[in-house]
């Protein structure tokens, strides 16, 4: 569904980076989209003239006169610093989407690092999207979802009781009462994660949910 959305245009900027790289890394999300791509370009040209919403006289002029007017000049773009650790592809659509100059890992107890982003204006205050990783094995905490949950594994995995997923897997938790406790594979796992309500940790020590409770 996310993938239709996008292609439709429909998602706030934090959505559309994280499924843009769900395509970047995944070969058949790539193809899926295509579809809806050329599913949509279809049903624009089948439209019939009489559904067409109707514009004013002056309308082609007004665009014509938009396109060609010199465009303001944009802020100063000072580039991410590259980590080694992140997929190339991915990497350069962080770098031209995200605010931060450099990817800082947090290092937190039990092996867990993370990295909050931030996207310019267009997106809810409350999502939340953040890079992290686990050390081979590394389990998290039980929890559960007050809010959505989606995250795309970018290298190594992870399983939990409903599956396991790789690199280029996206994860959508919609189900407050679903409850999981995520474990890394051998190689440990990488992810870059949206929420946008705070996750419901269990039997958890303040330190780990005073991190994830913003999340």
Known sequence: MMLMHYAAGHLRPTEALLVACHVALNPLARRKLEAFEAMGAKMICECPEEDAAPVSKDCFEKVMARIE???????????????????????????????????????????????????????????????????????????????????????????????????GDLIVIDDKAFVHAPRAGADGCLCLMLTDAPLLFRRVRIWFFGFFKRV
Not at 84 to 93: E, F, N, R, S
Not at 135 to 144: D, G, I, K, R
């Open 69 to 167: 007017s010199p465009a303001p000049p944009a802020p100063a773009h000072i580039p991410m610093q590259q980590d080694a650790a992140i997929p190339p592809a991915v990497m350069k659509l962080l770098c031209g989407n995200c605010t931060e100059r450099s990817i800082r890992w947090q290092k937190l107890p039990s092996g867990v690092e993370a990295v909050s982003l931030h996207v310019p204006a267009g997106s809810p205050c409350r999502h939340r999207l953040r890079l992290l990783r686990l050390s081979p094995h590394q389990q998290t905490p039980a929890h559960s979802h007050a809010g959505r949950e989606v995250t795309l594994v970018l290298q190594g995995g992870f399983s939990d009781h409903a599956g396991s997923y790789r690199a």
